[in-house]
């Protein structure tokens, strides 16, 4: 490695080492500077020591919240992009599709949290039902706007080839309609969070939500900052692991 | 080697006959084509030229076996083509390759979906990149070649599985003149090697004289066949085709074609 990539790497660690320390600094002004009481804002410091003694109890609740959010995701894409593909294909499954989406997508999805906890009782599938509903839409929308995309002409090219439909979908649509499917599913992580999290709050017993709401009750408010932290960081995975197999499947585009 | 694709070697040496027997097209109310005859020799290099809108694709997508005309047949080698024609390589004027694919990979699909022996394809992929001026394009993406290395990579998948027909519509129209020039003689090169039928689509006269054995001017729609040229000039043509007087000749004619048609409107 040379200088140059060097000083190249700590430049580029400098702007976000310079904004999380100015966030501790600006933190610990408002605490010192208003008296604000420490069982409203702790300290840094408390949340550090917080974090480092319930770090088994916010692994496991992590852990938790992302079982729930990795299955409602996984069943999301499954039911989205094939029925994405049917929406565009057949224009009869269009008619009977979208007046049935366009009210679930208005239904706002945290109020169907209850009634799907009643529905499907306490454990993975309710929490995880609602995260699908929240990614959902999404991952559907950006599919289908990146099936309708794809160049009609290139299937004269492939019909001269004497391409099936089988070997047209898998050549040309789905890799086609990759980097929008991708899109959808990226905007979908956040909601995917928010719903597993909400879906914690009204009936769980464990999970990130889950402990929020249970440090909050109780006013210990490091744990429940460390927590938040926590639900961030779940956030923070989600989407680098779907910037890694973007890259990984989708070695054409410019990746950023 | 294994022969599960519509591509043989004895069918690869020429090309096939191709007939458009009273061939229209309408859409709807709309008369936009014919009725049309056109008649092809197997190995012969034929070109369409005619104003925009004259119906000129619609020939060649239903020479194709991609549109079905509203009245006529085509016949190719003598049999009614009731179905996309598969023993053919097309270009548009678009590139039209996968931005998911790289450059020879793209070319490659043609022996994925023909289930052709991959070694033996890839092999003769890569000859047609050393012939198109390809040489490193191979395992670059479309979005990173220049428009005219992107349509010489279409060429090539064209050509790949050595079909005996060729169908272009406007192939060199996204170009640049420099550019067009020389893939134009690079093309007369494959086809004097390859002898498939071609079938070419263009507005440009210098294109239409400069590649073709027969020259069939359109008029505006619905597109008919006026007048048919043959041009007899030597082969390779050169670069710059006002060496030859014939050439002149030619374009002299098929501009009073167009003139006497109202396509130009000189004064």
Redesign the interface.
Known sequence: MTMKQVWTIVLNLFGPVATVIAVLAIWKCIEQGWHIPRYLLPTPSEVYAATVANVGALWRNTAATMEIIVFGFVVSVVVAVPLAFLIVTFHFFERLCYPLIIILQFIPKTIVAPLLLVWLGIGVLPKSALVMLMTFFPILLESISGFRLIDKRIFYITQSMGASRAEEFFFVRIPGAMPSIFAGMKTATVYAVTGAITAEFIGSNEGIGYMILQASGDLDMPLTLAAVIASALLGVILSAAMLASEKLLMPWMEHR | MDGTG?TTQATAVAGASIRLEGVTKSFGENMALGPIDVAMEPGEFVTVIGPSGCGKSTTM?IA?G?LAPTAGVVKVDGRVLDR???D???V?Q?H?L?????ALSNVL??Q???HLPRQQIETRARDLFAQLGLNGAEKR?P?QLSGGMRQRVSIA?ALVHNPSILLMDEPFGALDAITRTQIRHDLELLWLERRMSVLFITHSIEEAVGLSDRVLVMSQSPGRIVEEIRIDLPRPRPAHLGEYPQFAAHADRIYSIFEKLGVYKFK
């Not at chain 2, 996968?98 to 790289?102: A, H, K, M, V």
């Open positions: 519509t997508l194709a991609l996309p024609m598969t053919v390589g097309i548009f678009d039209l996968l931005e998911f694919r790289t699909l043609q994925q979906i023909r993406y979005r998948r």
